[in-house]
Structure formats: C-alpha cells, structure tokens
C-alpha cells in the first residue's frame, strides 16, 4: 500500500510537469500565443529546466526542442523514481516505462484538449480561452475534417479523434502488456 501512495505521488508530480513541458513544446510547433495566467504557469513551471537544456540543445527548425527534452527526462526520472523499489527494476523496465508515460501523456493531454473544445462550443464559444484551445486542437483535427464533413451543422471530428486517441492508448497498453 505505501508504495502505491508512493508511485501515485511520483507519477502525479512527474505528469504534470511533463504535461507542462509537453504544452510549452505544443504552443511552440503551434505557434500560438497562451493567455498570460496559461503563459505564466508553463514558463514558470518549466523554466528552471528549459533554459539549461537550451544551451545543449538549441531550438532548431521553429521547434523548442529543449522542452521536449525536458519532457523525455520527465519521464525518464518519473519511471525510475516509481520503480526502483521494485524487485525487478531494469533499465529496459525504465526505458520502456519512460516512452509509455511520454506517449500517455502526449495522448491524454490531446484527449483533455479535445474535451476543453468540446465543453466551450457547448456552453460558451466565445470565452477567452476558447481560441486557445482550438488552435491547439487544428492540426490534430484538420486531416479527420478533410476525410468527415460536418454532418448537418454538427462537427464529428472531436468524436473521431477521441476515438482515435482511445484506440492509440488501447495499443500502447496492449504492447507494453506483451513486451513486459
């Protein structure tokens, strides 16, 4: 039981940082401009690991490729930290542990991203932040609205993509399944 607490906390502090890293990379690849309390927590949250990592790895390309790093260290330290106490703790284990949480993350802050459109276009398309969130959501919608037109005045993509991104995670779980 204590070591599940003890993962818990680890992997909860590790994907918030990470997801923080991953959204600094996204707004970057993007190219949008945050709201300032959003601008605010992801610099200040990431900051002090950014700007080290900027010096070894420069951005190139129009990409912070400094807070993906960032983020793949997450993970990697996160995966280390919850399974050293483990009685078959092995590099492999870290390093297959680390791409899993490192995708799971990229997936589940879609998923989050897809449900924050979804709940503006219901209650409120003109809030502030609704802007935001759906120049996030365009890339990864845009090749699903190519294929699906909206259906009667009702846009169909959200749904396809989170089904996407359901079976995505289905796999992921599966192959890890069959490689541990």
Do not use: C
Not at 150 to 165: H, N, P, Q, R, Y
């Amino acid at each position: 039981m204590l070591f599940s607490i003890y993962h818990m906390i680890v992997s909860t502090i590790a994907g918030i940082l990470g997801g923080a890293l991953l959204l600094r990379f996204w707004m970057q690849v993007v190219r949008v401009r945050p709201p300032f309390a959003i601008a605010q927590f992801v610099f200040r949250a990431t900051d002090w690991l950014v700007r080290p990592l900027r010096k070894v790895v420069p951005g190139t390309g129009g990409f912070d490729w400094a807070s993906l790093l960032g983020a793949l260290l997450i993970a990697a330290l996160g995966a280390a930290a919850a399974y050293w106490m483990m009685p078959f703790f092995s590099p492999r284990l870290v390093l297959m542990m680390t791409l899993l949480h490192l995708v799971s993350w990229i997936v589940y802050g879609f998923m989050g991203l897809l449900i924050l459109e979804v709940i503006f276009s219901w209650v409120n398309p003109n809030a502030p932040l609704a802007p935001f969130v759906q120049a996030l959501n365009q890339p990864l919608l845009r090749p699903i609205r190519r294929i699906i037109p909206t259906l009667g005045g009702l846009d169909l993509s959200v749904l396809v993509a989170f089904l996407l991104l359901q079976i995505l995670l289905q796999l992921l779980n599966a192959g890890f399944a069959y490689l541990a």
